[in-house]
């Protein structure tokens, strides 16, 4: 399998400039991890159920994607954007998120 490079961006550069336009923001970490602090109004698809989703996934929309760290990130939206979607990995993870967590 061959993966296309995906669009990166620093979660401060996020958190500045786009996250006050509420952008769809995707944790791909599982729902433990989720429940335990997340970005506000993002959603939780952990990696394993991307594929699942790949019907639900509007490709006119950038969706912006974070994990724990960055690996799990790089998976899926280097899978996505092979499959032509406009995807952002958010560099840093959930460890770099300037702002408060969500429970």
Known sequence: MVFSMSK???MSDFYENIFPSNPPIV???E???FNSGHIPGSINIPIR???TYLGRI???QTYYFVAHTDHRSQVVTAFLASQEFDVVELVGGIKAWPGQLEQ
């Open 8 to 10: 990166q961006m620093s």
């Open 27 to 29: 944790d791909v970490r």
């Open 31 to 33: 729902a433990p991890e």
């Open 49 to 51: 159920d991307i594929v």
């Open 58 to 60: 509007d490709s006119e």
